[in-house]
């Protein structure tokens, strides 16, 4: 079955800075890469996604980019602000999640 | 107007006893899954119904029994619940069958078993 595994497990960046977390996964008949973000005390929700037949999709700060070669793909959040701290989760063929990437931004 | 609503939020009770878990979604989806998401965050699959047929039962305990009485309700009995079973329960849908679709978490349920 599908492999996820996602890294970092932590990550704080300043306010404004950059965040990149990467997912690489094992199946190569994986097509769709959904970034589910969780709040504390909420259920996981969807920010964006990526199909396969492209290697990029950006919604204003956030990205998604995509490696088929590789297997693996990567969420961009630009201008990051104290409200984007989260837990942030990959996810690939049939919903397989990775471990998840804990994301503080400091004011 | 929740979009999936689960009740209850907390369910405290003792090893041993049956529980059930309720989900409602009002989005006209017609895929439904229970996720469990353990202390740790890991977040896995557990079953997916598609217009109240079972599609997707992963390796969980005969213990666990979804019952979906429309495509808008999927619920979850667990019986002689044990001490491993204390997590947060979600429940999500989407639009159309197959995993591979954008869906809607509700905010979880949390049980803890004493």
């Known amino acids: 079955g599908e492999n996820v595994e996602q890294h970092p497990s932590t990550l704080s960046v300043q306010e404004g800075d950059s965040a990149v977390i990467k997912c690489t996964y094992s199946d190569s008949a994986s097509n769709y890469f959904p970034w589910y973000k969780q709040e504390l005390g909420k259920g996981p929700q969807l920010i964006i996604d990526i199909r396969s037949n492209v290697g990029e999709k950006k919604d204003q700060r956030i990205a998604v980019t995509l490696n088929k070669t590789a297997k693996h793909f990567s969420l961009h959040i630009t201008e990051t602000q104290p409200e984007d701290s989260a837990v942030y989760f990959c996810a690939a063929k049939d919903m397989r999640f990775g471990a998840g990437t804990r994301l503080t931004v400091k004011p | 107007d929740t979009a999936v609503s689960q009740t209850p939020k907390y369910l405290v009770t003792q090893m041993g006893n049956d529980k059930s878990i309720k989900c409602e979604q009002n989005l006209g989806h017609d895929t439904m899954y229970w996720y469990k998401q353990d202390s740790k965050k890991f977040l896995k699959i557990m079953f997916s119904y598609n217009n109240k047929e079972l599609i997707i039962n992963e390796t969980v305990p005969n213990r666990f029994s979804p019952k979906s009485p429309d495509k808008a309700h999927l619920n979850l009995h667990i019986n002689s619940l044990e001490l491993g079973d204390s997590a947060v329960y979600f429940c999500?849908?989407?639009?159309?069958?197959?995993?591979?679709?954008?869906?809607?978490f509700g905010d979880g349920t949390r049980l803890s078993i004493l």
């Open positions: 999500a849908s989407s639009q159309d069958g197959g995993l591979n679709q954008p869906q809607h």
